[in-house]
């Protein structure tokens, strides 16, 4: 695996178009997270080789701008904190798999752009404080990061009021476990993708 070098194979794409400066953190599976520094309007990519693999994938903003604990590569500090674009490649019969989470917590507009003929994702909440609303509460960093925690979204409880709060906001990203009717999309494998804050 490639990060931002020689590109072979399928490639991630993540970019900020935000004002701001975001870190973007950078995991698969069980694998050490991969933190990237992106200042507005840059990028940074993953090259996954022609072996095109990367289970249990996912890419998110830090909120605390630190994305692992220290001494601890592979242990989050803050994903439950974020929003996640989550990817499992390859999936079944040649068909990767990839959405959008809220199920933990909303924090940053984020989308996936995929190739022409595959479905590209969206899930952009214009201001923060007013659409977190009870049951689900407002987290703020010392940083001044806000995060929308969604209290039902891990809790296998279904749709809820709180959870149906982000789905209205966002009908196409997961807002509870299990939420996947409308919330998985496939593409073939092979493809490139970019996931995009601030799109």
């Given at each position: ?16 178009n935000?004002?701001d400066?975001?870190?973007a953190?950078s995991?698969s599976?069980q694998?050490?997270?991969?933190q990237?520094?992106l200042s507005?309007g840059?990028?940074?990519f ?5 072996v095109?693999?990367w ?12 994305c692992?604990?220290?001494g ?11 929003n996640l674009a989550?990817?499992t490649?390859p ?13 933990n917590?909303y ?5 996936i752009?995929?190739?022409t003929g ?7 909440i ?20 806000l995060s929308?925690?969604?209290t ?12 149906m709060?982000?789905?209205t906001a966002?009908?196409e ?17 092979g493809?490139?993708?970019?996931v995009?804050?601030?799109?």
């Amino acid at each position: 695996m490639i990060y931002g070098g020689i590109v072979n194979g399928c490639v991630i794409t993540i970019g900020n178009n935000c004002n701001d400066s975001v870190t973007a953190c950078s995991q698969s599976g069980q694998q050490d997270i991969i933190q990237f520094n992106l200042s507005a309007g840059t990028s940074q990519f993953i090259d996954l080789g022609t072996v095109c693999s990367w289970p249990s994938a996912v890419v998110y903003a830090s909120v605390t701008g630190q994305c692992a604990v220290t001494g601890t590569p592979n242990a989050a500090t803050d994903r439950n904190l974020a929003n996640l674009a989550e990817f499992t490649i390859p999936g079944t019969s040649n068909q990767d798999f990839y959405d959008l989470s809220n199920v933990n917590a909303y924090t940053i507009p984020m989308s996936i752009r995929a190739p022409t003929g595959c479905p590209s994702i969206n899930c952009s909440i214009s201001d923060i404080r007013s659409f977190c609303q009870p049951n689900n509460v407002l987290h703020t960093e010392v940083n001044g990061a806000l995060s929308c925690v969604n209290t039902d979204g891990t809790a296998g409880l279904g749709p809820t009021n709180g959870t149906m709060q982000f789905k209205t906001a966002c009908p196409e990203a997961y807002s509870y476990n299990f939420d996947d009717a409308n919330s998985t999309f496939t593409c073939p494998t092979g493809s490139d993708y970019e996931v995009v804050f601030c799109p």
